[in-house]
């Protein structure tokens, strides 16, 4: 079964998608960038090897043209396979993670309401901030953190953290509110809206 905006691989009956979370383009920007620039760094060396050993025409710049090329190539692949496949769902009774963590392997992390305890919301720096892109770490109830520590970027391996997420104040805001009802007015939680992303007063 393949995950989509309406329905995902392990789904209970009747549970209910209340928002489908996927990273900002911005973050696969970032990595094809990254992968770009490991292919530009390769050609680079292959050529001041060639040059400074052979000359200007040299089997070296050829070698680096095609593993450079190869670099670009498979890692652009990656980077888009993995940006589809990662995938996060917030549902009435659950928060699930999927990450690729490989090509072909994804895995797979799920938060009950009743495990969670607290959420947090951050900005990787200023200029995501300016954009409404942020983090959002779940915290579990099973976190433990050395004394001390609790810094918003902290994240366990209990925890679910989701990265490059539009809107991450007001989303924060809205778990904050389905954790509250969860905990204090459970026979409420039915009615919870499905969350809008979009800025205040154009929802409707």
Known sequence: MR???KSFYGQQDGERILYVIRSHKIALIQN??????AALAVLTV????????MGKTNPFTLAGFLLAAVIAFVGSLIAKISDKRSINYITDRRIIRFEPTTIFATNTRSLTWDEVVKV???????????????????????TVRPIGEDKPDTVTV????MKYVYFYRDLGNYLDKILFTYKRKPKEIDLIKPFVAKLKGQRD
């Open 3 to 5: 995950n989509t905006e």
């Open 46 to 53: 292959f050529a001041l090897i060639g040059y400074q050993t």
């Open 32 to 37: 094809l960038i990254k992968v770009y620039f």
């Open 158 to 161: 209990d925890d679910i953290e």
């Open 120 to 142: 947090k919301t951050y900005p990787p720096n200023f200029l995501l901030k300016q954009l409404a892109i942020g983090n959002i770490v779940i915290h579990a109830r099973t």
